[in-house]
């Protein structure tokens, strides 16, 4: 029989609680295949990516790089071409606008015959086809739904295909981790995940701190050798679409010449009605690529706006095409792998700079026309919450100033 009030159980913490205390103690961390990230209480990211795998595999999607062995002694003439943009800003539409233009362009010969196309996509059931086949052979649906679940991959985009670099998805999963702290840490994180693969290091033995063109080599060479088997191999451009800005990264550890295309939707009819901090978030990712280019870090690029692709189609394609052919006559005059002095690097950076200020046009913010009402033209014009949020960003001094100075620094 009880002679007073029960006492409360000591209060246990409960098992998030412990993992959250673990996080801020260490940092919030993740690691897969060759890379590692790690994001402190501050807000200050480390990215390492590693020459050698520090982590399993734990996406069963992609295949291991031992299946495909990938040798740049060969002489076969292949580019790269990389697809940079932010989501929902139309690089689906530019892959498939480049492919078909690459493959009407080039997959003819001197007598007007067609031969095979000369342009890939990545695939993510290219290497499962004869299982495919022999499935729909026995008319095992169950076989080829579990195919399928194993290994089907959004949009075949090339983040999912590969453990070199984190994809975006990776890096979102440190995100309700990184919510837990101030404002300023946040944004600091939310600010750079776009181009998170471009503030990885890649370190070298020696611990020097500067990633060795040999080390930027390898890990190139894996990279390749994840993604060719998701390609046709006997083809010459090699096309690779990420909804994501790595575009120093993906320089730094080229192995093959390569072309990165970079698409810009204005930001009011993008995706800045879904996140409240996605304002700022495109205004910080556009300075840093446009930075990039500025300094003459990217040898061979084009930046086109989605605006401009879709009221001027042919007039774009054309010029990207030109792009490409620019490309191919100095690889094919300075040999097979380019190999940049100071100087030349130097050189590329004044003239870059030169075109930069020359070429620079605001981005243009299409109005909805409604007198034609068989032209459907309301993905161009910005939503009421869109204008709501930036209104809101443009109330902020350095928000306004960026802007301005972002906006009119863009080039199609």
């Given at each position: 029989e009880r002679s007073g009030p029960l006492l409360p159980k000591a209060e246990q913490p409960s098992q998030s609680k412990l993992a959250e205390n673990k996080d801020r103690q260490e940092g919030a961390k993740l690691k897969q295949g060759y890379w590692e990230f790690q994001i402190s209480d501050q807000g200050i990211v480390d990215c390492k990516i590693h020459t050698t795998p520090i982590a399993s595999n734990i996406n069963n999607k992609t295949a291991p790089m031992t299946e495909y062995k990938y040798t740049t002694d060969n002489q076969k003439e292949q580019y790269v071409i990389h697809i940079h943009g932010l989501h929902h800003t139309g690089t689906g539409y530019l892959r498939k606008t480049l492919y078909d233009a690459l493959n009407e362009e080039f997959s003819t010969d001197e007598n007007n015959i067609t031969s095979s196309p000369v342009a890939s996509i990545q695939d993510c059931m290219r290497p499962y086809q004869h299982q495919i086949e022999e499935a729909k052979k026995e008319n095992n649906v169950s076989k080829l739904e579990e195919l399928y679940k194993q290994h089907y991959v959004s949009e075949n985009e090339g983040q999912h295909l590969q453990?070199?670099?984190?994809?975006?998805?990776?890096?979102?999963?440190?995100?309700?981790?990184?919510?837990?702290?101030?404002?300023?840490v946040r944004l600091k994180f939310l600010s750079s995940i776009f181009y998170l693969g471009d503030v990885c290091t890649i370190p070298n033995k020696d611990d020097s701190g500067v990633p060795s063109d040999t080390n930027n080599k390898r890990v190139g060479t894996i990279l390749l050798q994840q993604w060719m088997r998701y390609w046709d191999s006997s083809a010459t451009f090699l096309l690779q679409k990420t909804p994501t800005l790595d575009v120093l990264f993906l320089e730094r550890v080229k192995v093959l010449p390569t072309l990165h295309v970079i698409i810009?939707?204005?930001?009011?009819?993008?995706?800045?009605?879904?996140?409240?901090?996605?304002?700022?978030?495109?205004?910080?990712?556009?300075?840093?690529?446009?930075?990039?280019?500025?300094?003459?870090?990217?040898?061979?690029?084009?930046?086109?706006?989605?605006?401009?692709?879709?009221?001027?189609?042919?007039?774009?394609?054309q010029e990207l095409l030109e792009v490409v052919r620019s490309g191919m006559r100095r690889y094919h005059s300075k040999g097979r792998v380019s190999k940049r002095t100071a100087s030349d690097a130097q050189r590329s950076r004044t003239k870059n700079a030169n075109q930069y200020s020359r070429l620079h046009r605001r981005l243009e913010l299409h109005e909805e026309d409604k007198s034609n009402r068989e032209v459907n033209t309301s993905y161009l014009a910005p939503k009421n919450r869109s204008v709501s949020l930036w209104e809101r960003c443009l109330r902020i001094p350095n928000c306004d100033t960026l802007l301005r100075q972002v906006t009119i620094n863009i080039f199609p």
């Open positions: 453990t070199v670099f984190p994809s975006y998805y990776s890096r979102r999963k440190l995100k309700p981790k990184i919510w837990k702290r101030t404002m300023g810009v939707r204005h930001p009011m009819t993008s995706n800045s009605r879904r996140h409240p901090s996605m304002a700022w978030r495109w205004i910080n990712a556009w300075s840093h690529v446009l930075e990039t280019l500025q300094q003459g870090d990217i040898e061979w690029y084009a930046v086109v706006t989605y605006e401009a692709l879709i009221s001027n189609h042919d007039a774009v394609v």
